[in-house]
């Protein structure tokens, strides 16, 4: 069965510090996905990357970088030098090749920026 | 490009209540989603749609609860009679589903139930 564990509830800093969103998953499946979405106050989920359980490569883009570990079974997210804008609560997903397409997400993390 | 539009944006009811909520994906995406999402909590699939066909409702509470896809484009989900606990945001996203790949879903900005 698939799970999404994001550990941290609310995370608060100070703008211009460099934050981690931690996300740790489960799952049977080989081939698989993981996404990270953010939801500001507005309601709106905004995609923000996807990648295949195939691809370990780090990625940046910007502020944010993604480090993807299949041995810890671990997809964490860093913001650099925080703003304001970055508050919102931030998801992290899984899907499963088997499953369809289904996303399964985590409670999600709440960060809050402040100026 | 237009994203994908939910109507109502708010809705406030009585429990016992009959309440519909409408979404109308993005142009060109064969899947639909209804998502549930309670306070504090990440969404949870209610059902999928692949074109007209609902493909994955197992989640879907049927006693009360049922969606449409007519014409496999905008999608009406319904709930009858409405229970206190039925208060939450529910999300609809699309996206456009190829064989073999993985799409990212586009989500709506959700309807918020309100039920008293």
């Known amino acids: 069965a698939q799970k999404v564990t994001q550990a941290q509830t609310e995370i608060s800093v100070v703008e211009k510090e460099d934050v981690t969103l931690d996300c740790v998953y489960e799952?049977?499946?080989?081939?698989?996905?993981l996404f990270w979405y953010k939801q500001p106050p507005s309601g709106e989920l905004v995609f923000l990357i996807r990648?295949?359980?195939?691809?370990?490569q780090n990625e940046i883009s910007g502020r944010y970088s993604w480090n993807f570990q299949k041995s810890t079974s671990s997809f964490n997210f860093t913001i650099t030098a925080s703003q304001v804008v970055d508050s919102a609560v931030y998801f992290c997903?899984?899907?499963?090749?088997?499953?369809?397409?289904?996303?399964?997400f985590g409670t999600g993390t709440r960060l809050t920026v402040i100026p | 490009e237009a994203g994908v539009v939910q109507s109502p944006r708010y809705k406030i009811i009585e429990k016992k209540q009959p309440v519909a909520f409408w979404c109308n994906p993005i142009?060109?995406?064969?899947?639909l989603y209804w998502y549930l999402q309670n306070l504090g909590q990440g969404p949870e699939l209610l059902i999928r749609?692949?074109?007209?066909?609902?493909?994955?409702d197992s989640q879907l509470p049927k006693d009360r609860f049922s969606a449409e896809r007519l014409k496999g484009v905008d999608s009406t989900l319904k709930i009858q009679p409405a229970e206190l606990g039925d208060s939450a945001v529910y999300l609809c996203?699309?996206?456009?589903?190829?064989?073999?790949?993985?799409?990212?879903?586009?989500f709506g900005p959700g309807t918020r139930l309100t039920v008293l």
């Open positions: 749609y692949e074109n007209e066909e609902a493909v994955d």
């Open positions: 997903a899984l899907s499963e090749a088997q499953g369809a397409n289904n996303l399964f």
């Open positions: 799952t049977r499946d080989t081939t698989y996905y």
């Open positions: 996203a699309s996206s456009l589903s190829l064989a073999g790949g993985m799409n990212e879903q586009f």
């Open positions: 990648r295949n359980s195939f691809d370990e």
């Open positions: 142009s060109g995406h064969n899947t």
